[in-house]
């Protein structure tokens, strides 16, 4: 008898496909006899997030633990005319999501003022802000906090307002207005502010022209400013606190308690079941305490404890590590019996952020710490067209520019800056050498982690610069071995050197996979400040040292890194965004058809598994959840779409389209979409 090759080919290449989709796959149920659930969901796709990323059929739970997965043939037995049943018609099942990197205490709007991440020019700014001093009521003297600035969208100058100052001057002289930036590392201020500032005598003095020279020229690299040496109104990481703020405003401000039950809906509301506040403030614990013993809490919760340093300084200026760990060891375990609390990690900010602004002269550079100088740009900006372009760059190694360097005093005043300026087309600023700033000193940071690994708490370390991931990467293999699964956040930039050693040493990497879009209005914050760029048309030549080493994921992972997801909400966005990060881990493709490095691209899978399996190894809770497997945790969400039947299907652009229709937390239902 003959047999249709056909028929044969088309067998062997389903046969995969019906293996893991549970008609070959062994079904997962208890070892006992199957006692009734309380809920099935069956005839679905069923993501398991096991070794094998197996895909079942049915999932059967009773109280908060899964008791069955598998086949729709053998969920049968756990059903009875008590158990709740549904049928996914096809759809997606998850394990619920986890978000390693978010600020859930921002992820909720309040009645302030708030611009909600909406660009705005300098001239839009104006009246938008006016309207709030009459809206709140704000007397002369009271400070404006404005919520959600967008530094780097937006904020076109003009004849009129030629820098932020200038623009929030125009708001008010009488009050200080504070714009908070919504990537938590920048921020706006008028003259009323700026004159708050007080020396470290504590006599106010102002961050003027004169005092940046003397009194805060520590901060020199952190705010900004204008050709004549004068703040233009950005101040940058720590000088934010150089004016008279309450520092909580910036150091991870608490929220309503009544406003707490508004963070566990949002993040049900997109399928994410387990986070990480990755800079928690330590006031914030009973915050969530209040949640948890409300009943209102849907997410397991680590806290990154962020204390305020200033709080912890010697008499020498010199923070005291062990009264710190004792206060972290305290809290620890206050928490210790929590179901749906723990306090076992903390946060290192190792640097800052990596955006310059180009839309000032001189351009202010960026402070995230590089292993090189950062380049120094002369761009091309129309006030009345907004048009941009890179048009040369300053040669740092020129004769003149080692002039300069030697002799900086020489251009203090204005007159022989201005002078410069009009002989050579750049400001005498621009011939000085940066390579960014640490937060930290090198020493602090690594004491800093060795005591945390010694009290058995997991780092989570920001770190943006190619200089910072080194730097924590040096501080994390000083440790001695253990399985403690230590954290770099965001790694934007990272030397090849270090891919590498961050995958000898196992160690976790969370990114925010939606920023690795090309977006002409960010990447010119960003790559000609790193890469001689020949105008925007060069702006993604792959031969860019930007293109080829920024959030290097799949490189990272294959080197050996474990990688794991993170929003960042509300950075960028309130929104925690899974499928947009999702959507970017699988496509890094922006405006057009420019890809950001293809060779970085993760599968489906594998960013499924950042959200998931490996998110829970980051939070060492992968014994509980992560994965879909009898005996963890019921928690998971039923997707509007199959996304990794997209991603198959070279449809992966639709992801970011996927809303959650169910999510399910410790057994119980605690969101549907209507």
């Known amino acids: 008898m003959s047999i249709n090759k056909e028929f044969t080919k088309s067998i062997l290449t389903l046969l995969p496909a019906l293996l893991v989709l549970g008609c070959g796959e062994k079904d997962s149920v208890p070892a006992m006899a199957p006692a009734a659930a309380n809920l099935v969901f069956t005839n679905?796709?069923?993501?398991?997030?096991?070794?094998n990323h197996t895909l079942m059929q049915s999932i059967a739970v009773k109280g908060d633990e899964i008791v069955f997965v598998g086949s729709n043939e053998g969920v049968k037995p756990f059903i009875d005319e008590n158990t709740q049943v549904t049928d996914l018609a096809g759809k997606l099942i998850l394990p619920g999501l986890h978000d390693v990197h978010v600020h859930p205490l921002g992820i909720v709007q309040l009645d302030t003022c708030d611009l909600d991440s909406e660009p705005h020019s300098l001239a839009e700014l104006v009246p938008t802000l006016k309207?709030?001093?009459?809206?709140?009521?704000?007397?002369?003297?009271?400070?404006l906090i404005v919520e959600q600035w967008a530094f780097t969208q937006g904020n076109e100058p003009s004849d009129e307002f030629p820098t932020l100052r200038s623009a929030l001057d125009a708001v008010s002289l009488d009050s200080p207005i504070f714009l908070k930036g919504n990537d938590g590392h920048h921020a706006g201020v008028n003259s009323a502010a700026l004159a708050?500032?007080?020396?470290?005598?504590?006599?106010?003095?102002?961050?003027?022209?004169?005092?940046?020279?003397?009194?805060?020229?520590?901060?020199?690299?952190?705010?900004?400013?204008?050709?004549?040496?004068?703040?233009?109104?950005?101040l940058n990481e720590t000088a934010r606190l150089l004016v008279d703020i309450n520092p909580g405003i910036l150091l991870g401000e608490l929220i309503p308690a009544e406003a707490m039950p508004r963070v566990a809906k949002?993040?049900?509301?997109?399928?994410?079941?387990?986070?990480?506040?990755?800079?928690?403030?330590?006031?914030?614990?009973?915050?969530?305490?209040?949640?948890?013993?409300?009943?209102?809490?849907?997410?397991?919760?680590?806290?990154?404890?962020?204390?305020?340093?200033?709080?912890?300084?010697?008499?020498?200026?010199?923070?005291?590590?062990?009264?710190?760990?004792a206060t972290f060891d305290e809290l620890r375990a206050r928490v210790a019996d929590n179901p749906l609390i723990k306090a076992d990690a903390a946060k290192i900010f190792i640097d800052g952020v990596i955006e310059g602004n180009p839309l000032v002269n001189p351009p202010t550079l960026p402070n995230a710490a590089h292993l090189h100088h950062y380049q120094q740009p002369l761009f091309d900006y129309d006030a009345e067209a907004q048009t941009l372009d890179i048009e040369r760059y300053v040669d740092l190694?020129?004769?003149?520019?080692?002039?300069?360097?030697?002799?900086?005093?020489?251009?203090?005043?204005?007159?022989?800056?201005?002078?410069?300026?009009?002989?050579?087309?750049?400001?005498?600023?621009?011939?000085?050498?940066?390579?960014?700033?640490?937060?930290?000193?090198?020493?602090?940071?690594?004491?800093?982690?060795?005591?945390?690994?010694?009290?058995?708490?997991?780092?989570?370390?920001?770190?943006?610069?190619?200089?910072?991931?080194?730097?924590?990467?040096?501080?994390?293999?000083?440790l001695p071995k253990s399985n403690r699964p230590h954290n770099i956040g965001h790694a934007q930039l990272v030397d090849p050197a270090d891919?590498?050693?961050?995958?000898?040493?196992?160690?976790?990497?969370?990114?925010?996979?939606?920023?690795?879009?090309?977006?002409?209005?960010?990447?010119?914050?960003?790559?000609?400040?790193?890469?001689?760029?020949?105008?925007?048309?060069?702006?993604?030549?792959?031969?860019?040292?930007?293109?080829?080493?920024?959030?290097?994921a799949k490189s990272m992972q294959n080197a050996g890194a474990v990688l794991a997801a993170g929003s960042d909400a509300p950075v960028d966005s309130r929104e925690p965004r899974p499928f947009v990060n999702i959507e970017q881990a699988v496509t890094r493709q922006g405006e057009g058809d420019v890809v950001w490095n293809a060779n970085e691209r993760l599968t489906i899978e594998e960013i499924l598994d950042a959200y998931t399996i490996h998110g829970a190894q980051a939070l060492r809770q992968s014994d509980l959840v992560g994965s879909l497997e009898v005996g963890k945790k019921a928690d998971f969400a039923v997707l509007s779409q199959n996304i990794i039947d997209l991603a198959h299907s070279g449809e992966a652009d639709k992801i970011d389209e996927t809303q959650v229709l169910t999510t399910v937390f410790n057994g119980e239902v605690v969101f549907e979409r209507q």
């Not at 709030?132 to 007397?139: A, K, L, P």
């Not at 989570?460 to 040096?474: E, L, P, S």
Request: aromatic share 10%.
């Open 44 to 51: 679905g796709t069923i993501y398991t997030a096991d070794k």
């Open 131 to 143: 309207d709030c001093i009459s809206r709140y009521d704000i007397q002369k003297g009271e400070w």
């Open 196 to 234: 708050t500032a007080k020396n470290p005598a504590g006599d106010v003095v102002g961050i003027n022209a004169d005092s940046l020279d003397h009194e805060f020229s520590d901060y020199a690299e952190l705010i900004g400013r204008d050709g004549d040496g004068r703040p233009n109104g950005s």
């Open 266 to 325: 949002k993040l049900a509301s997109y399928g994410i079941t387990s986070v990480q506040d990755a800079a928690a403030p330590l006031d914030s614990l009973a915050l969530y305490e209040g949640l948890q013993a409300s009943g209102k809490q849907t997410f397991r919760l680590t806290t990154a404890l962020y204390p305020h340093f200033n709080d912890y300084k010697k008499a020498d200026g010199s923070i005291d590590i062990d009264r710190l760990m």
């Open 397 to 478: 190694d020129s004769e003149l520019c080692q002039q300069v360097r030697a002799d900086m005093a020489a251009y203090k005043q204005r007159a022989a800056s201005q002078a410069f300026m009009q002989a050579n087309g750049f400001s005498p600023v621009q011939c000085v050498e940066s390579e960014g700033v640490l937060e930290h000193s090198e020493a602090f940071i690594r004491d800093y982690i060795a005591a945390l690994n010694a009290r058995d708490y997991t780092v989570h370390a920001h770190a943006i610069g190619d200089r910072a991931v080194r730097t924590a990467i040096d501080a994390f293999a000083a």
């Open 499 to 552: 891919i590498q050693r961050a995958g000898e040493l196992g160690l976790y990497v969370t990114m925010t996979y939606a920023w690795v879009k090309p977006e002409v209005a960010y990447d010119v914050t960003v790559t000609p400040f790193i890469d001689q760029v020949n105008g925007l048309d060069d702006l993604y030549n792959p031969e860019h040292f930007t293109m080829q080493y920024s959030y290097p």
